[in-house]
């Protein structure tokens, strides 16, 4: 069975856009890998003698990882411009771009 396609204009996406959602979703493992053991050895693992070396590099990698994911995801979800209107009707203009 075909899925019914939607609406002209409407649920498409560019390659560009799904390529930025799938590299989004592949960054989302190694970026909550990095804050979970970057949490992790910011506290020690365990040893109180240990804990003296304070090191936030995994936390930040990682934090710099989920905001290049979240930079992909704004991509991949926002609309295109330019596209027909539902009703098949020409482009429309961006709302701050004047009318001619």
């Not at 493992?29 to 090191?55: E, M, N, R, S, T």
């Not at 930079?71 to 926002?78: D, G, S």
């Amino acid at each position: 069975m075909n899925s019914p396609s939607p609406p002209s204009g409407q649920g498409r996406m560019s390659g560009g856009q799904v390529a930025a959602l799938v590299l989004a979703i592949l960054l989302l493992l190694p970026g909550g890998c990095f804050v979970f053991f970057g949490i992790v050895f910011l506290h020690g693992l365990g040893d109180p003698g240990q804990a003296k070396y304070f090191d936030p590099s995994f936390l930040l990698i990682g934090l710099g990882i989920l905001a290049v994911a979240a930079l992909l995801f704004w991509v991949a979800f926002q609309r295109r411009r330019g596209l027909p209107a539902a009703n098949g009707g020409p482009p429309q203009a961006p709302p701050d771009d004047p009318a001619p």
